[in-house]
């Protein structure tokens, strides 16, 4: 066998990861919740659909610690890629697609608990007589309410690690990136303190590129549920929470006019219930609300949502 044979695409083993990601996830979610449980929603799409494919949405609602935690598992194909998809690849336009991937939005119920998203696909478009063309996206980040730098750094030096066991000059290109996309344009702020993100990536190989989005996967529970652990008893009132339910409007803002996962399912007709599980239970927007100046709230504004390296 050719080392170019040798690294062709292997599409199970892909989604066999992902299946397995899936229940590592919500099976630590659960044990540290320890008062709710995931309900699984299977679901096939109709064979009227634009889509074809099935999938299963886990939700957990109403925890101890979780408001709500969703975790969904997708693997569809199409006949023609969405313009989200081929915005930046005009010479993807009217290609097939197949893809698989598994996202997650946990939205904490104390404010001193961050706000934390996972996506990692995988994504192959083909065309009769053409070469496929496949890449591997995602990653993750954190949006924090309140200030703490332990918890960032923690949150960053894990992600780093993460990339260094792949290729020690991965972590500032897929920080960098990750800065730049979730960044909410007509607030000027960042969505959180960052992370992760990849698109299009396809470097070196099937399993080079692989072997990156496994470790940022899998990375993904010991850069976040210390942090959890550290946070999850601490007392809060009404301000906090008031505070809390202000943020997550930033969080929805973004999700349901910047981000192109989101964009993506909905114009491929994906299931809305699925693709909209990121949104949070309970939000609040108030015009012009303003932090008090000095607070950990202001501090929050001023110091975390803006590109830094916290290493």
Same mark, same amino acid.
């Given at each position: 066998?050719?080392?170019?044979?040798?690294?062709?695409?292997?599409?199970?083993?892909?989604?066999?990861?992902?299946?397995?990601?899936?229940?590592?996830?919500?099976?630590?979610?659960?044990?540290?919740?320890?008062?709710?449980?995931?309900?699984?929603?299977?679901?096939?799409?109709?064979?009227?659909?634009?889509?074809?494919?099935?999938?299963?949405? %886990?939700?957990?609602?109403? #925890?101890?610690? =979780?408001?709500?935690? &969703? *975790?969904? $598992?997708? /693997?569809?194909?199409?006949?023609?890629?969405?313009?989200?998809?081929?915005?930046? %690849?005009?010479?993807?336009? #009217?290609?097939? =697609?197949?893809?698989? &991937? *598994?996202? $997650?939005? /946990?939205?904490?119920?104390?404010?001193?608990?961050?706000?934390?998203?996972?996506?990692?696909?995988?994504?192959?478009?083909?065309?009769?007589?053409?070469?496929? *063309?496949?890449?591997?996206?995602?990653?993750?980040?954190?949006?924090?309410?309140?200030?703490?730098?332990?918890?960032?750094?923690?949150?960053?030096?894990?992600?780093?690690?993460?990339?260094?066991?792949?290729?020690?000059?991965?972590?500032?290109?897929?920080?960098?990136?990750?800065?730049?996309?979730?960044?909410?344009?007509?607030?000027?702020?960042?969505?959180?303190?960052?992370?992760?993100?990849?698109?299009?990536?396809?470097?070196?190989?099937?399993?080079?590129?692989?072997?990156?989005?496994?470790?940022?996967?899998?990375?993904?529970?010991?850069?976040?549920?210390?942090?959890?652990?550290?946070?999850?008893?601490?007392?809060?009132?009404?301000?906090?929470?008031?505070?809390?339910?202000?943020?997550?409007?930033?969080?929805?803002?973004?999700?349901?006019?910047?981000?192109?996962?989101?964009?993506?399912?909905?114009?491929?007709?994906?299931?809305?219930?699925?693709?909209?599980?990121?949104?949070?239970?309970?939000?609040?927007?108030?015009?012009?609300?303003?932090?008090?100046?000095?607070?950990?709230?202001?501090?929050?504004?001023?110091?975390?949502?803006?590109?830094?390296?916290?290493?």
């Amino acid at each position: 066998m050719s080392i170019a044979e040798a690294d062709l695409p292997d599409v199970p083993s892909v989604e066999a990861w992902l299946r397995g990601l899936q229940d590592r996830i919500c099976a630590a979610l659960e044990d540290r919740d320890g008062a709710a449980r995931f309900r699984s929603d299977t679901w096939r799409k109709p064979p009227d659909s634009t889509l074809r494919g099935n999938g299963d949405t %886990r939700i957990l609602e109403g #925890g101890a610690v =979780f408001e709500r935690a &969703g *975790v969904a $598992l997708s /693997l569809v194909d199409g006949d023609r890629l969405p313009p989200s998809a081929t915005a930046a %690849r005009p010479e993807l336009s #009217g290609r097939g =697609f197949r893809a698989m &991937g *598994v996202s $997650l939005v /946990l939205h904490p119920r104390n404010p001193y608990v961050p706000t934390t998203h996972l996506n990692v696909r995988y994504l192959v478009a083909e065309k009769a007589g053409a070469t496929p *063309v496949w890449w591997f996206g995602g990653g993750y980040d954190l949006t924090p309410y309140y200030p703490f730098k332990e918890d960032a750094v923690h949150w960053h030096q894990t992600a780093r690690d993460a990339c260094d066991a792949v290729g020690d000059s991965i972590y500032p290109r897929l920080k960098q990136h990750c800065d730049e996309y979730f960044y909410l344009k007509h607030r000027g702020e960042t969505r959180g303190i960052g992370g992760l993100f990849c698109d299009d990536w396809n470097e070196n190989g099937f399993a080079a590129s692989f072997a990156l989005i496994r470790a940022i996967g899998d990375s993904f529970l010991p850069a976040y549920l210390p942090i959890v652990e550290r946070r999850t008893r601490t007392p809060y009132g009404e301000r906090e929470r008031d505070w809390q339910l202000l943020r997550r409007g930033r969080y929805v803002e973004f999700n349901l006019v910047w981000d192109r996962g989101t964009l993506f399912g909905l114009q491929s007709g994906g299931r809305s219930e699925s693709i909209l599980m990121s949104m949070p239970p309970e939000v609040r927007w108030r015009y012009d609300a303003q932090p008090e100046p000095g607070s950990p709230e202001a501090e929050l504004l001023t110091d975390y949502l803006h590109p830094r390296d916290w290493l």
